[in-house]
Structure formats: C-alpha cells, structure tokens
C-alpha cells in the first residue's frame, strides 16, 4: 500500500520535514519510530522531557515524547502506544507508516523539564516511561542520586526494560498483575528537603502520586499528564473578543467554540497537537486580557502571570483578549 503523500504544515508552523529511517516493537503494543532529516543534516538540540509534534501523512498531528540519546545530533526517538481509543494517529503509526515514509516534526518543546537536584524520585506508568527514560539517563550522567519506580499493566507491555536493566536496584519495576498497584507511600518516603520528584502515566496514577506528595515542599513534584483534569465551568459564558496585535484584526469567540478554532475560521492557523490542553503545541503569548487557564500546563505562578494560554482549550476571563498574532 502507497502512503498518502506529507502533509502540508500550517501557515507559519515551525515543522521540519524528516524521515522515518526505523521502526521497531518494543513492547506489547508499544514500538519506537527513529527519524532523521533526509539529507542528513544535524537535527535541533532537546532536552530531558522534551516532545516533538508528529504531523502524520493523514494530515492529523500527535505528540510524542523523546526517548532516544539526545547527544545523538541526526536521529531521533519516539515511543508510540498503540492506544485502544485511538482517534487515528497511533493506528497508523502502527499498522500504516513505514520506514522511508515522510512526515512533518514541530518542535522540540519541553514543558516537562528537570530541574537541577542532587536527588530525583522518578514514577512511570505505562507509556509514561518515555520521557522519564532520558531523564534518568541524564541523572545518571550528572552523577546525581536518583530511584525509578515503573509500573505497567503486565511485564510484557513495558517498554525498555533492557535499556533500564543496566541500572540495577535503582529501577523497581513493579507490573501490576506480579505486585498489585505500586507502593508510592514505600517507594517516596516521607517528605523532606532537596528531591525532585517527576511522574508520567494515566490519570489514576498521577491522582496518586499527588496526594501521596500532598505535604511535600512547594514545587517538590513535577507530572505530565496524558489527559487534561476537569476544569470545570468556565468563568465567562459571554462570547469574547480576541485581538490579534499584528494585523489588528478582531475575533469574535462564541460559547460553542475554542478560540483555536475561531482563529482558524478567519485564516491564522496555530499548529496543534492534543486540542485538550496537554501538549503546549498552541502555547500563544497574552499581551492583554486575563485568560481563564484550562490547561494542565502552567502551575499556580504561571496562571497568576497571565502572559500566555493554550488556545485549544483556554478561554477569557474578560470582554477581550489581545493576542501576540
């Protein structure tokens, strides 16, 4: 079967075209994609926690997290679950992109990043794994103390256990139907001073993590989350007005629709991933106006500040907004 041909990337959009140059199964479920510019050429720096956009041949674009060596300057890693819900990007990636096939890459972003510690508590569930992988390899360079908790469903579907293998006692994998859910309490000990601790997986998990860390000092605990948190009711059901700063154009936003997708109906296309608020793709700074923040991004500081929103799902507080567009 001939794959559709790239699509195109949004107006403005800040994608490179690369190719897919591997495709392996790590896992039940769970392969990796290796990608590479198809002339060769040196790929953009990331960092621990980072994530690139995947615009697919199908025109739909998914986020994925970077698992590989980030010292390698001309390939990168992706590990991709084949989810049972899917909305149609990791069935294709599974069972339709081959290698030589071209796709479209935004980024690398990092709204995950490690901070520097002498000590880390990393927990991973499931696919969560991946952008904690090269966190732990990074502690490991840096000569810092750090412990890994990783739990799945079964052994069979956790990936990179051999990779993980070679640090011995520090990783604890724990699949569920050998040791039952995972010991946070055990594993976390009780609060003190000077550890990092960061959590990728399903909601249940991260739910559990935080309260486990619920008296642990300010910013002690760092998750990403794979699915936005009810935000709730909005805090204006009033359409608003939306001003973009560089043409001086205005956007009339109505209850029924994002603001993502009011700026799309006038022409100005955001590049997006997730459309929940997860990703940081729609990241777009606020030059004046209180967004009201649905994201599960920014913590309180951030929201407090008001410089920027995710459009895909923040709203506005107020009559307007004035956007850097």
Same mark, same amino acid.
């Given at each position: ?150 739990? #799945? ?6 990936? %990179?256990?051999? @990779? =993980? /293998?070679?640090? *011995?006692?520090? &990783?604890? +994998?724990? $699949? ?55 935000? #709730? ?6 359409? %608003?007005?939306? @001003? =973009? /700063?560089?043409? *001086?154009?205005? &956007?009339? +936003?109505? $209850? ?70």
């Amino acid at each position: 079967m001939t794959a559709p041909p790239p699509a195109p990337a949004p107006e403005g959009a800040d994608v490179a075209m690369l190719r897919v140059t591997g495709k392996q199964l790590q896992a039940d479920g769970v392969l990796t994609l290796e990608l590479a510019s198809p002339s060769g050429a040196r790929l953009r720096d990331w960092t621990p926690g980072s994530h690139i956009d995947l615009v697919l041949p199908t025109g739909l674009t998914r986020q994925y997290s970077l698992c590989g060596d980030r010292w390698d300057p001309t390939t990168y890693r992706v590990g991709v679950l084949l989810e049972p819900e899917s909305r149609g990007g990791s069935t294709y990636v599974h069972e339709q992109l081959q290698v030589g096939d071209l796709v479209g890459a935004g980024g690398p972003r990092n709204n995950f990043p490690l901070v520097p510690s002498e000590r880390y508590l990393f927990v991973a569930g499931g696919i969560g794994i991946t952008p904690i992988l090269p966190m732990v390899h990074q502690a490991e360079l840096l000569g810092a103390d750090w412990r890994l908790l990783y739990g #799945g469903r079964r052994r069979g579907s956790m990936a %990179f256990l051999d @990779e =993980l /293998a070679g640090y *011995g006692d520090r &990783v604890q +994998v724990r $699949p569920q139907d050998e040791f039952g859910l995972l010991d946070l309490p055990g594993f976390l000990g009780e609060p003190r001073e000077g550890v990092r601790v960061y959590a990728c997986g399903p909601a249940p998990l991260l739910a559990a993590v935080e309260r486990a860390c619920a008296y642990w000092p300010p910013h002690a605990l760092r998750v990403e989350r794979f699915v936005a948190e009810d935000a #709730g009711a909005p805090a204006r059901v009033a359409p %608003f007005e939306v @001003e =973009l /700063a560089r043409t *001086g154009t205005t &956007v009339t +936003v109505t $209850p029924d629709v994002t603001v993502l997708e009011a700026l799309s109906r006038v022409g100005v296309e955001i590049l997006s991933s997730c459309r929940r608020g997860v990703c940081g793709t729609c990241e777009t700074t606020v030059l004046a106006g209180r967004p009201d923040h649905r994201d599960a991004l920014l913590d309180d500081d951030e929201r407090a500040a008001d410089d920027c929103m995710y459009v895909c799902v923040s709203r506005s507080r107020d009559e307007r907004l004035v956007l850097d567009l």
